[in-house]
């Protein structure tokens, strides 16, 4: 299996301009994760995804961000408009999650750089 | 609830000597608690991970950590640092839809 993939692996962009990431999870998994990494905050959970439903957005940071899954196999997250203070590396992963209970281990792509000039 | 909190942000060892990266965790019931690892400019990997079975856990490259509910601890230990390792660890406890990663620790090797 190729693991989780992420596309652009770099994105340099201007303020004010959309950025959509995107990411396919590992085949047959059932949720998917996107995740941002700063060095100010850290890893936060954005949003999930199970079965294609989002389950929790409560980190989605606010109204510019917004995520879909349309199906099984490919996910995105998009910006609009970008700010300077969204750069930073988006992590996209998925699970094989047969009830959601935490315990399952997710994979991860190897993220997005994003820079918002 | 749940949280994670790990207790160095940054640990130093010289290649060949043991390696203890701290954890503790508060969860109102039993928890899953995973160690990942990442590698400068990768994305995060899979060390380990307990799920109420044995306290010990084996993980890859030779880490292990151990599960001590009257401590609320799982850290993370290996006996001999290799360059290698040098990366960023970070300690996480489910349900992970509750922002439960924890900070991070920097662990750096020297020769």
């Known amino acids: 299996d190729a693991g989780v993939i992420q596309s652009p692996r770099h994105e340099v962009t201007e303020m004010g301009q959309e950025v959509t990431l995107r990411c396919k999870p590992i085949?047959?998994?059932?949720?998917l994760f996107w995740y941002r990494q700063t060095m100010m905050r850290g890893l936060e959970l954005l949003i999930y995804?199970?079965?294609?439903?989002?389950?929790?957005d409560s980190g989605m940071p606010e109204d510019r961000f917004s995520a879909k899954m349309p199906n099984a196999s490919f996910s995105t997250l998009k910006i609009q408009p970008s700010e300077p203070r969204d750069s930073a590396v988006y992590f996209c992963?998925?699970?094989?999650?047969?009830?959601?209970?935490?315990?399952?281990?997710?994979?991860f792509g190897p993220g997005t750089r994003l820079l918002v000039l | 609830a749940q949280s994670v909190t790990q207790l160095d942000s940054h640990v130093s060892v010289s290649e060949g000597t043991p390696v203890l990266l701290r954890c503790n965790y508060s969860s109102s019931y039993s928890p899953s608690l995973f160690w990942y690892v990442q590698h400068p400019n990768k994305g995060l990997q899979l060390l380990l991970k307990?799920?109420?079975?044995?306290?010990l856990v084996k993980g890859i490259n030779g880490f292990e950590a151990e599960f001590k509910k009257s401590e609320t601890s799982f850290h993370l230990t290996k006996p001999s640092a290799h360059m290698s390792d040098a990366a960023e660890y970070f300690c996480v406890v489910t349900p992970l839809e509750a922002l439960n990663f924890g900070k991070g620790t920097s662990l750096l090797v020297t020769p």
């Open positions: 307990y799920t109420s079975a044995a306290t």
């Open positions: 085949s047959g998994h059932n949720s």
């Open positions: 995804f199970n079965n294609n439903v989002p389950i929790d």
């Open positions: 992963a998925s699970s094989d999650t047969k009830d959601y209970g935490g315990s399952e281990t997710q994979y």
